[in-house]
């Protein structure tokens, strides 16, 4: 176990909804980042947030939109979803001085029908 | 765009054998690799991470890192039924002030009993 947890485990929406997906970082972690694991492929990062501001995004389009609080927990939202949305999302938290202290919550696996 | 590229597998191995994981990567100014294992529904973790050519032991474990070749690859020793699993290469980015990771898309481990 990781300390980083991750709500719900699992979540079914239909095409068009929106989602909101949450995370909590280990202890003394200020750093959380998103990725999106399709299956069969490897995780592919969505972006970071590190003391409440974005600090690096990759290929993902703006309807993927994220907050992190004062505590460091962190939410990713999706609008209007997508079938291709289907997939696991993880959660990552590190001390930004430490990529290799970058522990992975359980993941939510989302469904788009 | 930084590339990360393995045999998808999967790759089979009796028990006690040794199995033999490889990856390259595009960007030739890479200091850092890892290697994570996810188990079927479960997120990664942080199995080995190197820096310097050559090669790091780790129990079981012996990550070997080639940068001129731009190679990288995980030995395990003694295979046991238990390190059947998806082990997924990953690299940071070169520049500073952002961590995200860019994983390639794993291999799938089985070792036979």
């Known amino acids: 176990e990781t300390g980083v947890t991750q709500s719900p485990t699992h979540l079914i929406k239909t095409r068009g909804q929106q989602v909101t997906l949450r995370c909590s970082s280990q202890?003394?972690?200020?750093?959380v980042s998103w990725y999106q694991q399709a299956l069969g492929q490897g995780p592919q990062f969505i972006f970071q947030?590190?003391?409440?501001?974005?600090?690096g995004r990759g290929n993902f389009p703006p309807r993927f939109s994220g907050l992190q609080f004062p505590n460091y927990s962190s939410e990713l939202n999706v609008n209007a979803l997508e079938l291709d949305d289907s997939a696991l999302y993880l959660c990552?938290?590190?001390?930004?001085?430490?990529?290799?202290?970058?522990?992975f919550g359980p993941g939510t696996r989302l469904l788009v029908l | 765009q930084k590339e990360v590229e393995q045999n998808s597998g999967p790759l089979s191995v009796p028990e006690g054998a040794i199995a033999s994981l490889n990856c390259t990567y595009s960007d030739r100014v890479s200091q850092s690799f890892f290697w994570y294992r996810q188990y079927s529904g479960k997120s990664p973790e942080l199995i080995m991470s190197?820096?310097?050519?050559g090669d790091k032991e780790d129990g079981r474990f012996t990550a070997q890192l080639n940068k001129a070749s731009q190679y990288v690859s995980l030995l395990i020793r003694d295979s046991q039924p238990s390190d059947s699993a998806t082990y997924l290469c990953a690299v940071p980015p070169s520049g500073a002030g952002s961590y995200q990771l860019t994983f390639g898309k794993g291999t799938k481990l089985s070792v036979i009993p």
């Open positions: 190197i820096y310097s050519n």
């Open positions: 990552a938290s590190s001390l930004k001085t430490g990529i290799e202290t970058q522990y």
């Open positions: 947030y590190y003391r409440e501001e974005e600090n």
């Open positions: 202890s003394g972690h200020n750093t």
